[in-house]
């Protein structure tokens, strides 16, 4: 079992993540396999976790959230990414509760953050489209103010928690004459929304237990109350705040999921014999072990320190798309190492190895791809 604490956790931090480990033993871990084979988590599963206090853990007390920092979720994602599952979305859920509560309007807040805390709704945010991913600025789907209504047109893809979500954050053209000024975030609450279709669950190479979903709107009315924040013309500026916790999220999944890779090849090695041999004792083995092992470490270092930057309010966006740039990419570099050392049984999917294999190859390009994130850091190149 991989119990490391980081140097940023308090004790409620520590309390928290032993409770968390415990829970995600008895209720997620036996129960991965059966979720890859149906396609989607237990919709039960979200509300056992709504009632730990697993959704809310850093919302304020006065929705019904635990009132933690950033670090609460943080603990929550690495547990999760410890246990090999992908499928559960509590990322983009947790996601979809900090744009509510930092860029809602109180009676938005009211609303909303209660049934996302206790599982009630489970949230999606809609960005990417089939014409637009990387270039958000190229999205077509529009929400044209109509009376008291907005109405929504347009059709997304590849959304997370697309077949479970109650709520999800579209982001939409208002005015799609102004470009970035003419975006806006839109809260689609689904229950008896008349013109809006959920299409495929997507067939995926990994992450077979998470629901990737096409959503379709077609004349979608939603009150103008629903606007985020309740204004229009925002929703740029809303989507850059939130960035960054998003490609925390993205660092501190990517580090649980190293250590788990690594964790599971050395009790591998241990066991398994070649020429008499146990594989551990090839010099090749614990050079690429002890490789991997040096990455993981340096990867720990630089999430915790931006974490411990996120905690007191200074990470600045680059470093974020640092951290997602870099732990995407050292993760994919160590699994595939560790693969090869389980040989033919790495590529069985029921050797976690293999799953994490085809999971993490994903990290690279959702979240903003890496190339997007090297736009990023390179910009600030030039202000150096
Ligand atoms: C499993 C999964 C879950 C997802 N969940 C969500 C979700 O919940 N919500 C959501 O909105 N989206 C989600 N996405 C979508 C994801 O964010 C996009 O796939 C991603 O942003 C890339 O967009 P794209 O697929 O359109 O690729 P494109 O933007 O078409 O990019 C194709 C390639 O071109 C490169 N490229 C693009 N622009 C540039 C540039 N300026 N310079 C250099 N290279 C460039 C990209 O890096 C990439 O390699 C998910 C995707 C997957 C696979």
Redesign the pocket.
Known sequence: MITSNAPWMSEDHIQLADMTRRFFAAEMTPNIQRWCKQGVVDRKFWLKAGELGLLGASMPELYGGSGGDFGYDFVIFIEQARTGDSGWGIG?HSIVSHYIVNCGTEEQKERWLPKLISGEMVG?????EPG????LQGIRTTAKANGDDLVLNGS?T????GQSAELIIVVTKTDPSQGAKGTSLVVLETEGAEGFRRGRNLE?IG?KA?D?SELFFDNVRIPRTNLLGGIEGKGFFQLMQEFSYERMMCGVSALGSCELALSETVRYVRERKAFDRHLMEFQNTRFKLAECKTKLEVMRAFVNQATEELLAGQLDSVKASMVKLWTSETLGEIIDECLQLFGGYGYMLEYPIARLYVDSR?TR????????QK?IIARSLDSD
Do not use: L, P, R
């Not at 637009?132 to 270039?135: H, K, L, M, N, Y």
């Not at 390009?365 to 997007?372: D, L």
């Open positions: 983009v999606a945010i809609a960005m990417t637009a991913g990387s270039d997304k590849f959304i997370t928690n995926k992450m998470q990737t994903v390009i959702f979240g903003g791809t890496s190339e997007i736009e």
